[in-house]
């Protein structure tokens, strides 16, 4: 059974840090690109990071670029979201996703991405 499954959500106030792991079971993972969505209440899941699977290219959505970094070990099968300066509307659910097209860009969106995470809640107070 193919599974991802994130852990390292929490509480933190705005400006703290917050570290967050995926780790794959059931399949290498290494020739993926491997991404990060958050899906904030009442809002649509939206794209916030994504690595190719050799590490050499990576993707931040703009609200999240200089703050969060993606990093991935593939030797491990993880896939990591290393955030900073978290601000309140970083709120969400975040899932880490596998992109196992035969592509050499990490995708944006959601429908490129085949397997998924459950998800872990991350909350920001102000």
């Known amino acids: 059974q193919v599974q991802l499954v994130e852990s390292g959500g929490g509480s933190v106030q705005a400006g703290g840090s917050l570290s967050l792991s995926c780790t794959g079971s059931?399949?290498?993972?290494?020739?993926?690109?491997m991404g990060w969505f958050r899906r904030a209440p009442g809002k649509e899941r939206e794209f916030v990071a994504a690595v190719r699977w050799s590490g050499g290219i990576t993707k931040y959505a703009d609200s999240v670029k200089g703050r969060f970094t993606i990093f991935r070990d593939n030797g491990k099968n993880t896939v990591n979201l290393q955030m900073t300066s978290l601000k309140p509307e970083d709120t969400a659910v975040y899932y880490c996703?596998?992109?196992?097209?035969?592509?050499?860009?990490?995708?944006?969106?959601?429908?490129?991405?085949?397997?998924w995470g459950q998800g872990t809640q991350v909350t920001v107070s102000s």
């Open positions: 996703a596998a992109d196992t097209r035969p592509t050499s860009v990490p995708g944006t969106l959601s429908w490129d991405y085949e397997y």
């Open positions: 059931g399949r290498t993972f290494s020739r993926d690109a």
